[in-house]
Protein backbone atom coordinates (compact mmCIF):
# COMPACT_ATOMS: atom_id res chain seq x y z
CA UNK A 1 0.00 0.00 0.00
CA UNK A 2 2.82 2.61 0.82
CA UNK A 3 5.14 1.47 -2.25
CA UNK A 4 2.64 2.74 -4.57
CA UNK A 5 2.87 6.56 -3.64
CA UNK A 6 6.40 6.24 -3.97
CA UNK A 7 6.27 4.23 -7.33
CA UNK A 8 4.19 7.06 -8.71
CA UNK A 9 7.06 9.92 -7.76
CA UNK A 10 9.58 7.74 -9.10
CA UNK A 11 7.62 7.69 -12.67
CA UNK A 12 7.29 11.40 -12.48
CA UNK A 13 10.52 11.92 -12.27
CA UNK A 14 11.70 9.66 -14.96
CA UNK A 15 8.70 11.30 -17.08
CA UNK A 16 10.12 15.03 -16.07
CA UNK A 17 13.91 13.65 -16.85
CA UNK A 18 12.51 12.50 -20.56
CA UNK A 19 10.63 15.71 -21.00
CA UNK A 20 13.54 17.64 -20.03
CA UNK A 21 15.79 15.30 -22.51
CA UNK A 22 13.69 16.06 -25.32
CA UNK A 23 13.34 19.80 -25.01
CA UNK A 24 17.33 20.41 -24.29
CA UNK A 25 17.47 18.11 -28.08
CA UNK A 26 15.13 19.89 -29.22
CA UNK A 27 16.36 23.42 -28.46
CA UNK A 28 19.89 21.87 -29.40
CA UNK A 29 18.61 21.24 -33.25
CA UNK A 30 17.07 24.39 -33.17
CA UNK A 31 19.94 26.56 -32.55
CA UNK A 32 22.56 24.75 -34.41
CA UNK A 33 22.63 26.82 -37.69
CA UNK A 34 23.58 29.39 -35.37
CA UNK A 35 26.15 27.19 -33.47
CA UNK A 36 29.56 28.38 -34.87
CA UNK A 37 28.60 32.56 -34.09
CA UNK A 38 27.59 31.31 -30.61
CA UNK A 39 30.78 29.81 -30.24
CA UNK A 40 32.76 32.46 -31.53
CA UNK A 41 30.37 35.16 -29.27
CA UNK A 42 31.39 33.01 -26.14
CA UNK A 43 34.93 32.90 -26.79
CA UNK A 44 35.42 36.57 -27.55
CA UNK A 45 32.91 37.47 -23.70
CA UNK A 46 35.02 35.28 -22.40
CA UNK A 47 38.59 37.12 -23.55
CA UNK A 48 37.02 41.04 -23.28
CA UNK A 49 35.39 40.11 -19.74
CA UNK A 50 38.37 41.74 -18.18
CA UNK A 51 37.78 44.87 -20.88
CA UNK A 52 34.00 44.99 -19.81
CA UNK A 53 34.98 45.19 -16.19
CA UNK A 54 37.48 48.24 -16.82
CA UNK A 55 34.60 49.95 -18.51
CA UNK A 56 32.33 48.81 -16.03
CA UNK A 57 33.90 50.24 -13.21
CA UNK A 58 34.62 53.63 -14.81
CA UNK A 59 30.84 54.14 -15.77
CA UNK A 60 29.76 53.84 -11.79
CA UNK A 61 28.37 49.97 -12.20
CA UNK A 62 26.20 50.61 -15.17
CA UNK A 63 26.07 47.55 -16.55
CA UNK A 64 23.58 48.28 -19.71
CA UNK A 65 26.01 51.06 -20.86
CA UNK A 66 29.32 49.09 -19.96
CA UNK A 67 28.31 46.35 -22.41
CA UNK A 68 27.47 48.22 -25.16
CA UNK A 69 30.69 50.40 -24.54
CA UNK A 70 32.41 47.22 -24.92
CA UNK A 71 30.80 45.98 -27.48
CA UNK A 72 31.38 48.83 -30.20
CA UNK A 73 35.24 48.98 -28.82
CA UNK A 74 35.09 45.48 -29.87
CA UNK A 75 33.24 46.19 -33.06
CA UNK A 76 35.88 48.89 -34.26
CA UNK A 77 38.81 47.75 -33.15
CA UNK A 78 38.82 43.80 -33.83
CA UNK A 79 36.01 43.09 -36.43
CA UNK A 80 36.13 45.61 -38.50
CA UNK A 81 40.73 45.36 -39.52
CA UNK A 82 39.76 41.86 -39.69
CA UNK A 83 36.86 41.96 -42.00
CA UNK A 84 39.26 44.68 -43.93
CA UNK A 85 42.52 42.15 -43.71
CA UNK A 86 39.98 39.04 -45.01
CA UNK A 87 38.68 41.84 -48.07
CA UNK A 88 42.62 42.63 -49.25
CA UNK A 89 43.54 38.96 -49.06
CA UNK A 90 40.75 37.57 -51.21
CA UNK A 91 41.73 40.38 -53.35
CA UNK A 92 45.20 39.40 -53.19
CA UNK A 93 44.54 35.41 -54.02
CA UNK A 94 42.42 36.67 -56.81
CA UNK A 95 45.16 38.43 -58.44
CA UNK A 96 48.11 35.96 -57.84
CA UNK A 97 46.18 33.08 -59.25
CA UNK A 98 45.22 34.96 -62.23
CA UNK A 99 48.95 35.86 -62.74
CA UNK A 100 50.26 32.81 -62.33
CA UNK A 101 47.77 31.90 -64.96
CA UNK A 102 49.16 34.72 -67.36
CA UNK A 103 52.99 34.02 -66.86
CA UNK A 104 53.70 30.73 -64.71
CA UNK A 105 57.04 29.96 -63.11
CA UNK A 106 59.13 27.88 -64.86
CA UNK A 107 59.72 24.75 -62.52
CA UNK A 108 61.91 23.00 -65.05
CA UNK A 109 64.40 25.60 -65.41
CA UNK A 110 64.09 25.73 -61.34
CA UNK A 111 64.40 22.00 -61.06
CA UNK A 112 67.49 21.82 -63.68
CA UNK A 113 69.39 24.65 -61.56
CA UNK A 114 69.18 22.38 -58.89
CA UNK A 115 69.58 19.56 -60.33
CA UNK A 116 72.60 20.49 -62.22
CA UNK A 117 74.28 21.10 -58.51
CA UNK A 118 73.31 17.61 -56.99
CA UNK A 119 76.02 14.31 -56.20
CA UNK A 120 75.20 11.72 -58.65
CA UNK A 121 74.32 9.43 -56.51
CA UNK A 122 70.92 12.27 -55.41
CA UNK A 123 70.68 12.23 -59.25
CA UNK A 124 69.96 8.94 -59.68
CA UNK A 125 67.63 8.50 -56.68
CA UNK A 126 65.61 11.56 -58.34
CA UNK A 127 65.64 9.86 -61.85
CA UNK A 128 64.41 6.97 -60.22
CA UNK A 129 61.65 8.18 -57.89
CA UNK A 130 59.60 9.72 -61.23
CA UNK A 131 60.41 13.79 -60.39
CA UNK A 132 63.02 14.44 -62.72
CA UNK A 133 59.63 15.14 -65.67
CA UNK A 134 59.31 18.64 -64.56
CA UNK A 135 57.49 19.08 -67.48
CA UNK A 136 54.75 16.91 -66.59
CA UNK A 137 54.78 18.40 -63.39
CA UNK A 138 54.29 22.11 -64.82
CA UNK A 139 50.95 20.83 -66.79
CA UNK A 140 49.44 19.44 -63.60
CA UNK A 141 49.94 22.95 -61.89
CA UNK A 142 48.63 24.42 -64.72
CA UNK A 143 45.58 22.60 -64.51
CA UNK A 144 45.49 23.05 -61.16
CA UNK A 145 45.28 26.84 -61.23
CA UNK A 146 42.69 26.40 -63.83
CA UNK A 147 40.66 24.55 -61.07
CA UNK A 148 41.63 26.97 -58.67
CA UNK A 149 40.38 29.98 -60.45
CA UNK A 150 37.05 28.62 -60.67
CA UNK A 151 36.94 27.03 -57.20
CA UNK A 152 37.74 30.99 -56.18
CA UNK A 153 35.30 32.29 -58.71
CA UNK A 154 32.29 30.00 -57.80
CA UNK A 155 33.18 30.99 -54.01
CA UNK A 156 33.13 34.35 -54.58
CA UNK A 157 29.94 34.23 -55.64
CA UNK A 158 28.24 31.84 -53.66
CA UNK A 159 29.97 34.43 -50.80
CA UNK A 160 27.81 37.28 -52.46
CA UNK A 161 24.82 34.93 -52.67
CA UNK A 162 25.14 34.09 -49.33
CA UNK A 163 25.43 38.01 -47.71
CA UNK A 164 22.51 37.88 -46.44
CA UNK A 165 23.32 34.78 -44.07
CA UNK A 166 26.46 36.10 -43.43
CA UNK A 167 24.97 39.44 -42.41
CA UNK A 168 22.51 37.64 -39.95
CA UNK A 169 25.07 34.96 -37.94
CA UNK A 170 27.14 38.36 -37.43
CA UNK A 171 24.54 40.12 -36.47
CA UNK A 172 23.63 37.35 -33.75
CA UNK A 173 27.05 36.81 -32.47
CA UNK A 174 27.23 41.19 -31.69
CA UNK A 175 23.78 40.34 -30.12
CA UNK A 176 24.49 37.52 -28.22
CA UNK A 177 28.13 38.80 -26.95
CA UNK A 178 26.64 41.80 -25.68
CA UNK A 179 24.37 39.84 -23.37
CA UNK A 180 27.45 37.53 -22.39
CA UNK A 181 29.45 40.19 -21.68
CA UNK A 182 26.92 42.09 -19.38
CA UNK A 183 25.18 38.79 -17.78
CA UNK A 184 28.68 36.48 -18.59
CA UNK A 185 29.39 35.64 -14.80
CA UNK A 186 26.19 34.91 -14.08
CA UNK A 187 24.78 32.75 -16.38
CA UNK A 188 27.73 30.88 -15.42
CA UNK A 189 27.19 30.33 -12.09
CA UNK A 190 23.63 29.35 -12.65
CA UNK A 191 24.52 26.87 -15.38
CA UNK A 192 27.18 25.40 -12.20
CA UNK A 193 24.24 25.00 -10.04
CA UNK A 194 22.17 23.80 -12.58
CA UNK A 195 24.10 21.13 -14.52
CA UNK A 196 23.53 17.53 -12.05
CA UNK A 197 27.70 17.54 -11.02
CA UNK A 198 28.89 17.94 -7.68
CA UNK A 199 29.51 21.25 -7.18
CA UNK A 200 33.49 21.24 -6.32
CA UNK A 201 33.59 19.03 -9.54
CA UNK A 202 31.89 21.78 -11.75
CA UNK A 203 33.60 24.45 -10.26
CA UNK A 204 37.10 22.70 -10.72
CA UNK A 205 35.85 22.06 -14.88
CA UNK A 206 34.35 25.76 -15.12
CA UNK A 207 38.00 26.74 -13.89
CA UNK A 208 39.99 24.85 -16.19
CA UNK A 209 37.89 25.71 -19.32
CA UNK A 210 38.50 29.18 -18.59
CA UNK A 211 42.32 28.45 -18.21
CA UNK A 212 41.92 26.17 -21.75
CA UNK A 213 40.44 29.09 -23.27
CA UNK A 214 43.03 31.57 -22.40
CA UNK A 215 45.79 29.64 -23.42
CA UNK A 216 44.27 28.44 -27.02
CA UNK A 217 42.91 31.87 -27.71
CA UNK A 218 45.92 34.15 -26.43
CA UNK A 219 48.58 31.80 -25.84
CA UNK A 220 48.10 30.22 -29.71
CA UNK A 221 45.51 32.90 -31.37
CA UNK A 222 47.58 36.42 -30.32
CA UNK A 223 51.05 34.18 -30.85
CA UNK A 224 49.92 32.83 -34.52
CA UNK A 225 48.61 36.78 -35.55
CA UNK A 226 51.88 37.86 -34.35
CA UNK A 227 53.98 35.21 -36.26
CA UNK A 228 51.88 36.31 -39.40
CA UNK A 229 52.11 40.06 -38.83
CA UNK A 230 56.22 39.28 -38.82
CA UNK A 231 55.82 37.35 -42.02
CA UNK A 232 54.25 39.67 -43.89
CA UNK A 233 56.20 42.57 -42.77
CA UNK A 234 59.14 40.26 -43.54
CA UNK A 235 57.73 39.28 -47.12
CA UNK A 236 57.21 42.74 -48.08
CA UNK A 237 60.77 43.72 -47.22
CA UNK A 238 61.92 40.71 -49.45
CA UNK A 239 59.39 41.93 -52.17
CA UNK A 240 57.47 39.22 -52.07
CA UNK A 241 53.89 39.73 -54.22
CA UNK A 242 50.79 38.57 -52.12
CA UNK A 243 52.63 39.51 -49.14
CA UNK A 244 49.36 39.99 -46.68
CA UNK A 245 48.06 36.52 -48.23
CA UNK A 246 51.08 34.49 -47.18
CA UNK A 247 51.32 36.15 -43.78
CA UNK A 248 47.52 35.16 -43.13
CA UNK A 249 48.42 31.51 -44.48
CA UNK A 250 51.46 31.64 -41.93
CA UNK A 251 48.89 32.50 -39.23
CA UNK A 252 46.97 29.75 -40.16
CA UNK A 253 49.80 27.75 -39.70
CA UNK A 254 51.23 29.02 -37.03
CA UNK A 255 47.96 27.47 -35.38
CA UNK A 256 49.04 24.00 -36.24
CA UNK A 257 51.77 22.34 -33.64
CA UNK A 258 54.46 20.79 -35.30
CA UNK A 259 53.63 22.67 -38.80
CA UNK A 260 54.40 26.05 -37.65
CA UNK A 261 54.72 29.38 -39.42
CA UNK A 262 57.95 27.66 -41.27
CA UNK A 263 55.63 26.29 -43.74
CA UNK A 264 55.67 29.68 -45.63
CA UNK A 265 58.64 31.83 -44.95
CA UNK A 266 61.04 28.25 -45.59
CA UNK A 267 59.65 27.44 -49.08
CA UNK A 268 59.69 31.66 -49.46
CA UNK A 269 63.32 31.87 -48.21
CA UNK A 270 64.49 28.82 -50.18
CA UNK A 271 62.45 30.11 -53.28
CA UNK A 272 64.16 33.43 -53.32
CA UNK A 273 67.53 31.69 -53.16
CA UNK A 274 66.50 29.91 -56.62
CA UNK A 275 65.69 32.48 -58.39
CA UNK A 276 69.12 34.51 -58.07
CA UNK A 277 67.62 36.98 -55.06
CA UNK A 278 70.21 36.45 -52.71
CA UNK A 279 69.89 38.86 -50.04
CA UNK A 280 65.88 38.30 -49.95
CA UNK A 281 66.20 34.56 -49.47
CA UNK A 282 68.43 34.98 -46.55
CA UNK A 283 66.76 37.44 -45.30
CA UNK A 284 63.37 35.36 -45.05
CA UNK A 285 64.76 32.68 -43.81
CA UNK A 286 66.89 34.56 -40.96
CA UNK A 287 64.20 36.83 -39.71
CA UNK A 288 61.77 33.33 -39.77
CA UNK A 289 64.25 31.36 -37.99
CA UNK A 290 65.73 33.94 -35.37
CA UNK A 291 62.28 36.17 -35.05
CA UNK A 292 58.98 34.35 -36.09
CA UNK A 293 59.81 30.93 -34.85
CA UNK A 294 61.16 32.54 -31.79
CA UNK A 295 57.63 34.82 -31.06
CA UNK A 296 56.42 31.76 -29.46
CA UNK A 297 59.07 31.33 -27.06
CA UNK A 298 58.57 34.79 -25.94
CA UNK A 299 55.33 36.07 -26.24
CA UNK A 300 53.33 32.65 -24.69
CA UNK A 301 54.96 32.71 -21.71
CA UNK A 302 53.86 36.30 -21.23
CA UNK A 303 50.33 35.94 -22.30
CA UNK A 304 49.74 32.45 -20.73
CA UNK A 305 51.87 32.38 -17.94
CA UNK A 306 51.77 28.89 -17.72
CA UNK A 307 51.53 25.89 -20.00
CA UNK A 308 48.12 24.04 -20.81
CA UNK A 309 49.14 20.82 -20.21
CA UNK A 310 47.91 19.33 -23.29
CA UNK A 311 50.47 17.63 -25.58
CA UNK A 312 51.58 19.08 -28.84
CA UNK A 313 50.36 15.48 -30.46
CA UNK A 314 47.28 16.15 -29.32
CA UNK A 315 47.00 19.64 -30.03
CA UNK A 316 47.60 18.43 -33.67
CA UNK A 317 45.34 16.01 -33.99
CA UNK A 318 42.05 17.34 -32.11
CA UNK A 319 42.80 20.48 -34.54
CA UNK A 320 43.19 18.57 -37.97
CA UNK A 321 39.71 16.81 -36.23
CA UNK A 322 38.20 19.91 -35.31
CA UNK A 323 38.84 21.41 -38.94
CA UNK A 324 37.89 18.37 -40.75
CA UNK A 325 34.10 18.76 -38.76
CA UNK A 326 33.90 22.33 -37.88
CA UNK A 327 35.87 24.26 -40.44
CA UNK A 328 37.75 26.96 -39.74
CA UNK A 329 36.35 26.79 -35.82
CA UNK A 330 37.81 23.66 -35.37
CA UNK A 331 40.94 25.50 -34.63
CA UNK A 332 39.53 26.81 -31.73
CA UNK A 333 37.27 24.13 -30.75
CA UNK A 334 39.39 20.84 -31.05
CA UNK A 335 41.75 22.08 -28.56
CA UNK A 336 39.27 23.17 -26.40
CA UNK A 337 37.56 19.74 -26.24
CA UNK A 338 40.93 18.02 -25.72
CA UNK A 339 41.49 20.10 -22.97
CA UNK A 340 38.03 19.36 -21.12
CA UNK A 341 38.57 15.74 -21.70
CA UNK A 342 42.12 15.54 -20.35
CA UNK A 343 41.07 17.82 -17.48
CA UNK A 344 37.71 15.92 -16.85
CA UNK A 345 39.88 12.97 -16.42
CA UNK A 346 42.38 14.46 -14.32
CA UNK A 347 39.44 15.33 -11.99
CA UNK A 348 38.49 12.18 -11.58
CA UNK A 349 41.78 10.76 -10.57
CA UNK A 350 42.00 13.63 -8.02
CA UNK A 351 38.90 12.60 -6.85
CA UNK A 352 39.87 9.15 -6.36
CA UNK A 353 42.90 10.14 -4.39
CA UNK A 354 41.29 11.97 -2.36
CA UNK A 355 38.82 9.56 -1.09
CA UNK A 356 41.52 6.92 -0.59
CA UNK A 357 43.45 9.83 1.42
CA UNK A 358 39.81 10.15 3.14
CA UNK A 359 39.65 6.59 3.48
CA UNK A 360 43.50 6.02 4.77
CA UNK A 361 42.81 8.61 7.33
CA UNK A 362 39.72 7.10 8.99
CA UNK A 363 41.52 3.72 9.44
CA UNK A 364 44.56 5.52 10.89
CA UNK A 365 42.22 7.40 12.74
CA UNK A 366 39.64 4.65 14.32
CA UNK A 367 41.82 1.45 13.53
CA UNK A 368 39.48 -0.15 11.16
CA UNK A 369 37.95 -0.11 8.17
CA UNK A 370 34.56 2.50 7.66
CA UNK A 371 31.40 1.08 7.11
CA UNK A 372 30.08 1.47 3.48
CA UNK A 373 27.43 3.88 4.19
CA UNK A 374 30.58 5.86 6.17
CA UNK A 375 32.14 5.86 3.11
CA UNK A 376 29.67 6.39 0.53
CA UNK A 377 28.88 9.54 2.62
CA UNK A 378 33.10 10.63 2.59
CA UNK A 379 32.19 10.35 -1.07
CA UNK A 380 29.56 12.90 -1.27
CA UNK A 381 31.77 15.18 1.11
CA UNK A 382 30.83 14.15 4.29
CA UNK A 383 34.58 13.79 5.25
CA UNK A 384 35.64 10.85 6.97
CA UNK A 385 33.78 8.70 9.83
CA UNK A 386 34.05 9.96 13.72
CA UNK A 387 36.55 7.98 15.86
CA UNK A 388 35.99 6.23 18.69
CA UNK A 389 36.30 7.11 22.16
CA UNK A 390 39.09 5.30 23.64
Given amino acids: MNQQPHRTEELQHASFLIILAVVSLLMAVIILPFAQPLL ?21 G ?12 I ?7 ALWIAALVAQQAIRLVAALQQQPVDLAALFNSVYGVLPSTAQEAIDRSGWADMANVQTRIQELLSESAGMIASQAVSIGSGALGFLLSFGVALYVMYFLLRDGERIGRTVLRAIPVERSIAERLAERFLGIVRATIKGTGVVALVQGALGTITLMIAGVPSALLFGVIMAIFALVPVIGSGAVWLPAGLYLLLIGDYWQ ?7 GFFIISSADNVLRPILVGRDTGIPDWIILITTLG ?14 LVAGLFLASWSILREQRDEDEEALR ?8 VPATEDRDAGDRGAGPAPTEAG
Fill in 75 to 81: FFVVMVP
Fill in 40 to 60: WAGLAAIMFQPLYRNILRRMG
Fill in 361 to 368: IAVDATGR
Fill in 62 to 73: RRNPAAGVSLLV
Fill in 322 to 335: GISMAGFSGIVLGP
Fill in 281 to 287: GLFVLLT
